[in-house]
Every structure is written in C-alpha cells, then in structure tokens.
C-alpha cells in the first residue's frame, strides 16, 4: 500500500488537469463575436467634365505661371552670374567662395557646429602650387558659363556665350600644359559644392542642348555649344575653323599627359574619329565631292580602327541619298541625359513646320561682331555636279528625305553631324 505522501502529487496533478478543463469548458461556451456589415455601395459622384472654354482658361492660366516661374530663375540666375564672375577673377576669390560653399553645405545644413568648421578650415592652407586654387577658379568659371547659357534668350547672348567657352578652352589647356596633364578638373559643376550652395539644379538642370556640366571635357564643350551655334546661324567657314582648332587642341592636350602610350593612343583611335567627323560636316555643308573622296580615302588609311566598319556604312548610306543618322548604331547615338541634338531642323515634309529661309551660295549672313574664329556665315557654293546616271527608284530604307541646300546633289540630305 503506497503511503500518503506518494499519493499527494498525483491529487495535484488532478486538480490542475480539472482546472484546465474548466478554463477550456468556459472559452467554448462564449457567445460568437458580431462582425460588421459589409458597407452599403455608394454612388459615383457626378462627372463633371472641362468645356473647351474652361480648359482654355486654364491652359492659359497655366502658362502664366509657367511664365512667371521662368521669369524668377531668369532673375535669380543673373544674380548668380554676377557673383560667379567676381569670383571666377582670381584663384583667391574661387579659394574664399569654396570655403563659404563648403560652410553652408557640409556643415551647417549637415548640423555640424560652428567650432568643427574652424577646425576644419585651420587646415585648409593653400597649396604651394596653387594647383588645387586654379582647379577651383577654372570650376567657377565653367559655372558661370553654364548658368549664362540657361540664361541666353537673344542670339547675341549666345554668342557670348560661345566667346566665353572658346576662351576658356584656351585656359583649360594652358593648364594641362602646366600640370602635365595630371589635373583634377572634371566631374559636374552643377552637383559641386558651388552648385549646390547656389542650388542650381533646381535653376538650371540640364538643359536641352546646353552646355556640358564637365569643366575638362574639351570636346564636349565644342559638341554642346561652340558647333551648335555656328551650324544653327549657318556660319560654314567658322564651324570648319572651329574643327580645326578642336583637333588641335584635343591633340594638344593628350600630348600634356607625358608618357608615350596615351599619345599613341590617341593618334590611333582618337584623332581618326574627329577627322572623320570634320569630313562629315564638309560633306554636310555641301562639299560633297572633295568630303566623299577624302572619307574614302580616310577609311582605306584606317582599315585597322574599330570605327571602320560604321564609316564604310555611313558613307555608303549618304551616297545612296539616305539619312546618314539611320546608319548610325544605337549605342553611338544614345545621347547623354538631358541633352538633345540642336543641329536637328525641321522636316520639310512637315506641313506644320515653317518653312526655313535657305541661303544662297556665297551670300553672308550676318555673322555677330564678336565671332571669336573672326570668320563669317559666308556658305561655301558646292562645285557643279556632273549630269547623274540614271538611279534606281527604290525608296530610302528609313526616313524622309530632307530639303537641300542650293548647288548640292539631289538625294542627299544636309544633316551636319557630330563625331
């Protein structure tokens, strides 16, 4: 017979299991929850449609503010112009305006205190090169022409525009020259700490067919606004003087890197491409017979550059009377954000297009007194054009044909062309 003290757990245990089924036995008789009625359906409001009138009113509500919100960063970038040119005028001034820049940006918007900026700035000493200052100053400058192209409305505001790049593409390789080539001046002036104090990208972004943000990019510089505007005010001989000058100075500046291979490189693979693009614009400005003869010759010399074959197919697509865009490949005509082609003109096929004023051979156009080649918009006359042979009626694989200028042969379309 077990004793009572064994007997004692086992009770236990039966009490706890007798309570558990009264917790459960409770749970099992409560009442089921109500759950909520579904919702009523609503009916839809009642459509109220825009007449014409009230449509009308408000597009032209719309583009009064458009209008005034043009005008306040017009107002707001000359200012800026004005402060970036003062202190794009010396090294010192750049060197003062980055450390104020840098102020505002890295420490006072980040919530640093006044005390870590000082420590910060004690060891800010200039260089003894006064390389980093002329890095800065040459960014200021950039800058400021950037902003001042956002701001150019008239065509002499453009003008001076390309004056100031020109000018500045001068000083970008005097000072490569100095620094043999090993600069720091590139990246995107609009995102820099000058940019961003300023908050340019709200007022300037990048706009379509404006200026390279890069402050070193020498060919992007001629690419977005120097060819441009010459090819847009039909000034023949300084475009091809502007081409000219890029070649050189483009050779120039891979000479400045001081060792042999970045030179041999850029004679085997740069230099081709940009003759290559100086004879398209030739072509494209109606010197056909001397361009194609030279872009023949041209590839029989660079059989070897990777960009031969395009060249074989562009060529023989602008003889054929094609548009020499359509035989461009996709990767090499993707264009970089923000930026468009401005040579691009009008389709003459268009009927809502307004017809464009076509120059006549050897007549001036009125080049801007402040053309920094001193050429003028004089339109080179193309040689006569032999009688053609008889040419096939197969229409064009893509694309309309585009109108002509005066004196060049039918079926082969003006479209200057960049590299």
């Known amino acids: 017979m077990r004793s009572p003290s064994l007997a004692l757990p086992s009770r236990a245990r039966l009490a706890a299991a007798a309570l558990t089924l009264g917790v459960v036995s409770a749970h099992a008789q409560l009442p089921p929850r109500n759950t909520a009625p579904a919702p009523a359906a609503q009916p839809a409001p009642t459509p109220k449609l825009l007449d014409e009138a009230a449509a009308a009113k408000l597009l032209a509500q719309l583009e009064d503010v458009s209008k005034a919100m043009e005008e306040k960063k017009y107002g707001y970038n000359s200012g800026i112009i004005r402060d970036l040119r003062d202190a794009g005028s010396s090294a010192d001034k750049a060197f003062n305006l980055w450390l104020d820049c840098t102020k505002v940006i890295e420490f006072d918007e980040a919530g640093r205190t006044a005390t870590e900026f000082s420590d910060w700035k004690r060891n800010q000493t200039k260089s003894t090169s006064n390389e980093r200052e002329s890095v800065l100053q040459m960014q200021v400058q950039w800058l400021t022409i950037v902003v001042m192209d956002a701001n150019a409305r008239t065509e002499s505001a453009r003008a001076e525009v390309v004056a100031a790049a020109v000018n500045y593409i001068d000083s970008v390789l005097a000072h490569l020259k100095k620094t043999d080539g090993k600069s720091n001046l590139g990246g995107d002036v609009v995102n820099s700490v000058f940019g961003r104090r300023y908050k340019l990208d709200i007022t300037v972004g990048r706009k379509e067919g404006g200026a390279t943000h890069n402050p070193g990019d020498i060919g992007g510089i001629y690419e977005t606004l120097v060819f441009p505007y010459y090819r847009r005010n039909k000034m023949a001989s300084s475009l091809m003087q502007a081409w000219t000058r890029r070649i050189s100075q483009e050779s120039e500046a891979a000479a400045t890197a001081g060792f042999r291979e970045a030179t041999e490189r850029f004679t085997a693979e740069r ?111 193309a040689p006569p054009a032999p009688n053609p042979a008889p040419e096939k009626t197969t229409p064009p694989a893509t694309g309309p044909v585009r109108q002509l200028p005066p004196g060049t042969r039918p079926g082969i379309p003006f479209n200057p062309r960049k590299p």
């Not at 001397?290 to 059989?303: R, W």
């Not at 960009?307 to 090499?332: C, S, Y």
């Not at 009927?351 to 080649?373: L, N, V």
């Open 271 to 381: 230099l081709p491409q940009l003759k290559w693009g100086q004879m398209r614009e030739m072509f494209s400005l109606g010197q056909q017979e001397g361009a194609g003869a030279s872009m023949l010759a041209h590839i029989k010399t660079n059989m070897a550059h990777r960009d031969a074959p395009q060249w074989i197919t562009e060529l023989r697509t602008i003889l054929a009377g094609q548009d020499p865009e359509a035989a461009k490949p996709a990767a090499q005509g993707t264009k970089p954000a923000g930026l468009t082609d401005p040579t691009e003109t009008a389709d003459p096929t268009d009927p809502t297009a307004a017809p464009a004023a076509t120059p006549k051979p050897g007549t001036k156009q009125g080049s801007p007194p402040d053309d920094p080649f001193g050429g003028t918009s004089e339109i080179p006359a």
